[in-house]
């Protein structure tokens, strides 16, 4: 069965650190991958997503960027921290764009 | 391109009655259906989900969907709520061959009360 992995699962950080979260698949090879961000009373904005090793979209410019460094790897990053980066960021994988996707537990942020 | 609408923000049952969350979708084809369920301070889970066929849907924890297509909607249901169903449900629309990720909508929030 797949598993996927987030950590860490939470996580303070002052404005203008730095930022990595991981995550990982776990079960599966070649799948789509995602990430997500909830800011409070708001619903899922997609940030980022890969089809591919090294193939990244980017759904909405901003502060933040992402890798996938090995298939099953996908890391977002960011070189300085704004308040409004806080969050709850969800990773996610699928088969196939248009397919079900598979969401993993999620890493709170929060910026101060 | 496709686009999901969830009318209700909030929604508030008793223990025990029935549910319907809605569900409109934009899409000129038939497009892949899904209805996800997040507790809070969690990731989301899968409830179900439609390719084709049969256009009422068994999911998990008791929920069924059903698809409408002169309605363009997927409505979730339970016919018996129970206090643990409290949570953020959200549905989502994929389409094949759009070279597009599934689109969510924004959520509805569901209250139990006893």
């Known amino acids: 069965s797949q598993t996927i992995h987030q950590w860490p699962a939470t996580l303070v950080q002052p404005v203008g650190s730095p930022l990595s979260l991981e995550c990982t698949v776990e079960g599966t090879s070649n799948p789509n991958l995602y990430w997500y961000r909830q800011a409070a009373g708001r619903g899922l904005q997609l940030l980022f997503y890969?089809?591919?090793?090294?193939?990244i979209s980017s759904e909405v410019p901003q502060n933040l960027s992402a890798s996938r460094p090995q298939d099953r790897q996908f890391i977002l990053s960011s070189k300085k921290l704004l308040l409004s980066d806080s969050g709850f960021y969800l990773c996610a994988w699928s088969r196939d764009l248009a397919y079900e996707q598979y969401f993993g537990p999620g890493t709170r942020l929060t910026v101060t | 391109a496709q686009s999901v609408t969830q009318p209700d923000i909030h929604i508030t049952v008793s223990e025990g009655a029935s549910l319907e969350l809605r569900c409109n979708y934009s899409y000129g084809a038939t497009p892949y259906l899904f209805w996800y369920v997040q507790s809070p301070g969690q990731g989301l889970q899968l409830l179900l989900k439609y390719f084709s066929g049969d256009t009422l849907v068994q999911g998990i924890k008791g929920f069924e969907a059903e698809f409408k297509r002169s309605q363009s909607s997927f409505n979730l249901r339970k016919p018996s709520v129970h206090w643990s169903d409290a949570a953020e449900y959200f549905c989502?629309?994929?389409?094949?061959?759009?070279?597009?990720?599934?689109?969510f909508g924004k959520g509805t929030t569901l209250s139990v009360s006893s």
């Open positions: 890969s089809v591919g090793i090294g193939q």
């Open positions: 989502a629309v994929g389409a094949d061959q759009a070279g597009t990720a599934l689109i």
